[in-house]
């Protein structure tokens, strides 16, 4: 035995404090207070177990998710339908034929027949048509309106 | 085996004053050690089963949380140490006839550098063997076992050095 391991030996010989005894309680009641939930805890039925896990919750509201976007989508297309204007392709193909109205259609059938024909049907719609009502476009180098005009030039 | 029980009151038994005595090289008072054994404890006792060492995992705890408890209260140890005396409380139990012998060892043990301490205390008071140490302490062998002896050495010379009159 060395110098070492005889200096050790004389360590060893003196005996550390011992814990106390609260804190050897303080253990044991952590202790317990750890292991208490799970001896205390129900086990969860096999419904509850259902409702806690996520994988069986997703397994459920899919469907039902996917039903009402159906359903929702659904009701939007037919309101959709409801509210979209009828079509009226009729109308105007009645109105391209209709030879009381001026139409490329019914000029050339004019025009097939005799020209005379033709100027007829003009002279009609030109008297169905209503007047030209020009307007006049004023153009203003002034700011100023007629009447403060003439006044100016009258000073002057 | 000792090691081997599932008893924690044998486990604290066992190396209860080693844990409280390795806690007190990072705390000024018993009660502060004793609240670092029993977190690493409870910490050790729900993990114990998943470690390859119990005994080394057990010290490796009350260093863990000695450590922690040391950073959160370093600013207050450092005002407290400046306005009041070391404590008196001792780290040993011991006889009147070893009183004097026993404050030099402890006065020595206050001294050496926390490295070596921890190791002198795991070695001689806990019972562990330098791989074990070593995996307490996450370290090597050799490692280990060097401080061991730097720690005996210097620890002898500050004996000598008190007892010189």
Known sequence: MNEHDQFAADLAALRPLPPSRELAERIAAELAELAKPVDTVEPLSLSQRRSH????????????AICLIYFLLRGVGERQQINMPESNTEAPIAAAF????????SYR????????????LLDKHATHSPEPKPQRAGAYAFALSDSELESLFGEL | MLDCTDDWSVWLDRHGPALVLLARQWTTCRADAEDIVQEAFVRFWRSRERVEDPAAYLFA?????????????????????????????????????QDERRTAIESALRELPASQAEVLVMKVWGGLSF???????????NTAASRYRYALARLREQLAEESIP
Do not use: M, N, Y
């Open chain 2, 61 to 97: 705890c009350v260093k863990h949380c000695a450590l922690d408890s040391h950073r959160g209260r370093a600013r207050q140890l450092r005002r407290e140490q400046a306005t009041a005396r070391p404590e008196a409380e001792p780290l040993f139990a011991g006889s009147l006839e």
């Open chain 1, 109 to 120: 059938r004019a025009a097939d027949k005799s020209l005379d024909q033709l100027d007829a």
């Open chain 1, 53 to 64: 896990d996520p994988l069986w919750l997703a397994a459920l509201c899919a469907p039902v």
């Open chain 1, 98 to 105: 209709d030879e009381s109205l001026p139409s490329l259609w």
């Open chain 2, 131 to 141: 791989p074990q140490i070593a995996a307490a302490l996450d370290t090597s062998a």
